[in-house]
């Protein structure tokens, strides 16, 4: 399970995406493992009416080297009652909030290599934020809809948070009218009711769960949901959503078995052909995903299918689930992965313009925090949004990097082994290096260590002079054109060590052409003679290098802005969008995000003004126009101008522009004027 930032990049609306709710804690050095779960026993009984948990929990492990204390990670909320060696005699057990933690001394201590059994006790209320391992972020939940318990939420003792592969048996006991879903062959069955019990109490039941392959089978859903089945290509795909999202379950269903479909061509069969797609409620995560299970939040589920993310879930069923990384430094083996495999079928989808955006997307996050090498992520708090954007998107860029360095037939190859060699394992980055230079043919420590191992990327310049040649258009006695002109010129850039195959773009009177030019250095000197005379010349116009231009500059700013926004920090996020206008002053997002902040502290004149500079801007992206109307009509309903709302909510109808659900929006407050939520406070 893993959380994704970049979803709200572009999102209007003021609270962008619980992600960026997540307040960074300190992080710790990293530390090598002590010891190895093997298996997990569970069996949890769930009160969904008083968000309680009941749980007993046997943990096999083992000593990675000798033990005289055994420690995990257990949700705050969660009390432990007892904890009972493999003998059944009791052991002392010392909760420490500060770090989620539980430690358990072994009184006569566990040799290296040498395994045993602890079986815990534990119970609960699972109802707020408050105690998550996440503060303020909700990763187990118990309630009547819908309770999720994710892995990520550390609900049973975990050890090794995704890095730490483990079978399992879990065992759930709900409302006979709730189903729960997981991983592994599932199996379930009625609860004989007690012989005394109560007569007012529900009927229960109970599901199984057996997952014989180590991976990371620790999320676990219940609620009432409808469900769509399509065996199409093979696969036992499962659809549950709420009766609200009945309408587009058809097509997330068909969806998904495109994309499962296609990852299969190019990885390789996933480790199953079940998938189970769950909706879990709006105030968790935007997607989450386990072994044969994607689970997408309600406010993730749109009319128009959003191809992107679900994309992006099933694609960890070969990155996380099947292949996973050895360490925190090796996590861009599993984002970073997901992440460009999800671009790779935007392509797949919606062709190279599709591609383009999506790198777009990638370059912002992955230079928004390029602090810290990519190689050295462990240095940061793993749900910090430094962590996100490395190892999700820097790591997708090194992929499509690379793509461009081995050639399209060299790269699918090199994924589909690495896909093949270590599915079911852990796996470093220099294991992946070794399967891309033995399809490349040469080492490739240079590109590995450019990339992973250092901060900052390359803003190309050009510089070039053009010549007509003295047979510039002549034909020889066997009719062939000669080339008429040269043009030599200096591709330059400001990192020393850099080195990358860049292509050069050449726009002439006749036909475009294209040449490959290896930057080396600062300056890299270049010669091309073309048959027409050259009017443009372009580096890497198809963005295949990372590179830091101006538009990256300006939405890595707008990205850094957002995130303060939802830490609280308005200050510092105006000063990060301002930054992006002194970039370009026109800026429609840049001046659209000071609007909000304006918004949200009641300062409707200069909100009402950033609003119609985001009009009057380069309208990128497209959706600031309409939304800036919905605000500024807003803003005149508050301010009591009813005949000037009407008149926004109108134009912005008029964009039919329906991103974000924008013209059902407008069409709302068409209808009654919009009222300033009473239990908003000033900023």
Not at 395 to 423: C, P
Not at 555 to 583: C, H, P, V, W, Y
Not at 602 to 621: K, L, M, T
């Amino acid at each position: 399970m893993w959380i994704d930032l970049r979803r709200g990049f572009c999102a209007p609306t003021i609270f962008l995406t619980l992600c960026l709710l997540l307040r960074p804690q300190p992080a710790s050095a990293a530390e090598k493992a002590r010891l190895r779960v093997d298996d997990y026993q569970i069996e949890a009984t769930l009160e969904p009416h008083l968000h309680q948990i009941t749980a007993r929990t046997k943990v096999k492990f083992t000593a990675l080297q000798d033990l005289s204390v055994a420690v995990f990670e257990l949700h705050n909320d969660l009390r432990v009652t007892k904890v009972l060696d493999e003998k059944n005699q009791p052991l002392s057990a010392e909760r420490v909030t500060q770090d989620s933690t539980v430690r358990v001394p072994l009184p006569n201590g566990l040799s290296k290599d040498a395994s045993t059994t602890l079986t815990f006790e534990y119970e609960g209320t699972l109802e707020s934020a408050d105690n998550s391992p996440v503060p303020g972020l909700s990763l187990a939940y118990i309630g009547d809809d819908t309770s999720y318990l994710l892995y990520a939420g550390r609900w049973f003792p975990v050890n090794g948070y995704g890095m730490n592969r483990f079978t399992s048996t879990i065992s759930v006991t709900v409302p006979a009218h709730m189903l729960v879903i997981g991983s592994g062959k599932n199996t379930s069955s009625d609860v004989a009711p007690a012989k005394k019990q109560n007569a007012s109490v529900l009927p229960t039941k109970t599901f199984t769960f057996a997952s014989d392959k180590p991976s990371f089978p620790g999320t676990i859903i219940a609620g009432i949901f409808q469900e769509y089945k399509s065996d199409e290509a093979g696969m036992d795909l499962h659809v549950f959503f709420k009766p609200t999202h009945q309408n587009v379950a058809p097509a997330y269903t068909t969806t998904a078995v495109q994309e499962f479909t296609y990852y299969i061509t190019l990885y390789g069969l996933a480790p199953s052909q079940k998938l189970n797609i769950v909706e879990l409620p709006g105030d968790t995560l935007p997607y989450t995903w386990a072994p044969e299970l994607v689970g997408m939040a309600g406010s993730s589920i749109t009319e128009k299918t959003n191809y992107r993310l679900l994309a992006d879930g099933i694609a960890h069923q070969w990155w996380g689930v099947s292949v996973s990384p050895a360490t925190k430094d090796d996590w861009w083996l599993c984002d970073g992965f997901a992440r460009y495999s999800e671009a790779m079928y935007v392509e797949n989808a919606a062709g190279q313009a599709g591609l383009e955006e999506a790198v777009k997307d990638m370059s912002v996050g992955a230079l928004a925090y390029d602090t810290v090498p990519l190689s050295s992520a462990s240095k940061l708090d793993m749900f910090s949004t430094e962590f996100q954007s490395l190892t999700t998107d820097k790591g997708a860029m090194i992929l499509h990097m690379l793509r461009w360095v081995l050639g399209e037939d060299k790269y699918n190859k090199t994924m589909r082994e690495f896909a093949s060699q270590y599915a079911g394992k852990s796996a470093t980055t220099d294991n992946f290096r070794e399967v891309a230079e033995k399809n490349y043919g040469d080492q490739l420590t240079w590109f590995f260590s450019q990339w992973l191992d250092s901060t900052g990327a390359p803003e190309f310049k050009v510089k070039y002079t053009t010549y007509r040649l003295g047979n510039a258009g002549a034909q020889s006695a066997k009719e062939e054109k000669t080339p008429g002109f040269r043009v030599t010129g200096e591709i330059s850039q400001d990192l020393d060590l850099f080195r990358m195959p860049v292509d050069l773009r050449i726009d002439t009177d006749g036909k475009t052409e294209n040449k490959r030019i290896d930057v080396v250095g600062t300056n890299s000197p270049f010669t091309i003679e073309t048959f027409g005379r050259p009017r443009r010349i372009s580096v890497d116009a198809d963005h295949h290098v990372l590179t830091n231009s101006s538009d990256v500059k300006l939405r890595s700013s707008i990205l850094r802005g957002q995130a303060m926004q939802q830490q609280g920090d308005l200050t510092g996020a105006l000063t990060e969008f301002n930054k992006a206008l002194d970039l370009n002053k026109n800026s429609s997002l840049a001046h659209y995000r000071i609007a909000e902040i304006f918004f949200l502290q009641r300062n409707y004149q200069s909100s009402a003004n950033a609003y119609r500079a985001a009009v009057d801007g380069d309208g990128d992206p497209r959706w600031t126009e309409v939304w800036s109307r919905i605000q500024l009509g807003k803003i005149f309903d508050i301010t009591g101008q009813r005949e000037r709302a009407v008149g926004q909510y109108r134009q912005a109808l008029q964009t039919n522009d329906n991103t974000f659900g924008a013209l059902e929006e407008a069409r709302k407050y068409l209808q009654k004027a919009y009222e300033r939520p009473k239990e908003k406070s000033s900023q």
